[in-house]
Antibody, heavy 120, light 108 residues
Framework: EVQLGESGGGLVQPGGSIRLSCAAS????????MAWVRQAPGQGLEWVAN????????YYADFLKGRLTISRDNAKNSLSLQMRSLRPEDTALYYC?????????????WGKGTTVTVSS | SSELTQPPSVSVSPGQTARITCSGD??????AYWYQQKPGQAPVLVIY???ERPSVIPDRFSASSSGTTVTLTISGVQSEDEADYYC???????????FGGGTKLTVL
């Protein structure tokens, strides 16, 4: 079964850092673009970052640029998101998602998400 | 970037047809996709490549487009269709997604 599983969320103080991970199973990660999407409590979906198959192309949402690093380890079938200088408004459920292709960039597989809470 | 606008809410009675719109200037040039999200669950893709459905999605879900507006149509709405629905397209200048604000579908 094709699955994604996020981990690494938790409570972080403002200004702190956190590293989220996403483990893929049932498919070969190296064949796909991957994305992180977040959802603040009671709010809509918000794209965070994309990375291409070999990690050579990375895109970040403007409002997060400079505070994020998306990376992948295809040998371990895993995706990561390093977040720095966290703010209370970064509090959200963070989803890992598989992107179908560069041209058709819909997300056809989603994890259940991992929650990041930024609070003192 | 490209913005997508959805109505905050749509209400229909069971068995009726629900139409959820998504408007954006880039839509005539970009593909549009739709997701369903039920409370406490991850989003699920319901429409891709403008009007294709994953095999697990009932055929009462369809989509159409006209100019700068795409529409998700749910025919014969059932109570289980009550959810938030999000449209998504691509940014006009880079290969990353843009989401609409979401529409809460209420089945009366």
């Amino acid at each position: 079964e094709v699955q994604l599983g996020e981990s690494g969320g938790g409570l972080v103080q403002p200004g702190g850092s956190i590293r989220l991970s996403c483990a893929a199973s049932g498919f070969t990660l190296s064949g796909y673009w991957m994305a992180w999407v977040r959802q603040a409590p009671g709010q809509g979906l918000e794209w965070v970052a994309n990375i291409n198959q070999d990690g050579s192309e990375r895109y970040y949402a403007d409002f997060l640029k400079g505070r994020l690093t998306i990376s992948r380890d295809n040998a371990k079938n895993s995706l990561s998101l390093q977040m720095r200088s966290l703010r209370p408004e970064d509090t959200a459920l963070y989803y890992c998602a598989r992107v179908f292709s560069y041209y058709y960039n819909y997300m056809d597989v989603w994890g259940k998400g991992t929650t990041v809470t930024v609070s003192s | 970037s490209s913005e997508l606008t959805q109505p905050p809410s749509v209400s229909v009675s069971p068995g009726q047809t629900a139409r959820i719109t998504c408007s954006g200037d880039a839509l005539p040039k970009q593909n549009a996709y739709w997701y369903q999200q039920k409370p406490g669950q991850a989003p699920v893709l319901v429409i891709y490549k403008d009007n294709e459905r994953p095999s697990v999605i009932p055929d009462r879900f369809s989509a159409s487009s006209s100019g700068t507006t795409v529409t998700l149509t749910i025919s014969g709405v059932q109570s289980e269709d009550e959810a938030d629905y999000y449209c998504q397209s691509a940014d006009s200048s880079a290969p990353y997604p843009v989401f609409g604000g979401g529409t809460k579908l209420t089945v009366l």
